[in-house]
Nanobody
Framework: QVQLVESGGGLVQAGGSLRLSCAASGRTFTRRAMGWFRQAPGKEREFVAAIMWSGGTPYIADSVKGRFTISRDNVKNTVYLQMNSLKPEDTAVYYC?????????????????WGQGTQVTVSS
């Protein structure tokens, strides 16, 4: 059974930092890209960042570029999202996901396994 478990969310003041983790279990995700999305109340799910199996240059949404970084540890089957200089508009539920392919990674339709989400709240 495939399982993705996010952790690291919470309440933080504007300008603060959080590090999200997403641990995959149940099967290995060799050669699979992984990504992070977020969804704020009343809004559609939004792409945040993605990273290929091999690492390399990650894909980062313009809205978080320069503040968020994505990384992965393939031995641990874990992907991370380091979030710095957080803003109130970053408040959302953050989801990690495993992609079915290595292109069009900013589309949620590219992903076939999803975690349950972790809440990030940034106070002003």
């Amino acid at each position: 059974q495939v399982q993705l478990v996010e952790s690291g969310g919470g309440l933080v003041q504007a300008g603060g930092s959080l590090r999200l983790s997403c641990a995959a279990s149940g099967r290995t995700f060799t050669r699979r890209a992984m990504g992070w999305f977020r969804q704020a109340p009343g809004k559609e799910r939004e792409f945040v960042a993605a990273i290929m199996w091999s690492g390399g240059t990650p894909y980062i949404a313009d809205s978080v570029k320069g503040r968020f970084t994505i990384s992965r540890d393939n031995v641990k089957n874990t992907v991370y999202l380091q979030m710095n200089s957080l803003k109130p508009e970053d408040t959302a539920v953050y989801y990690c996901a495993v992609a079915s392919g290595n292109y069009n990674l900013s589309s949620s339709r590219r992903y076939d396994y999803w975690g349950q989400g972790t809440q990030v709240t940034v106070s002003s």
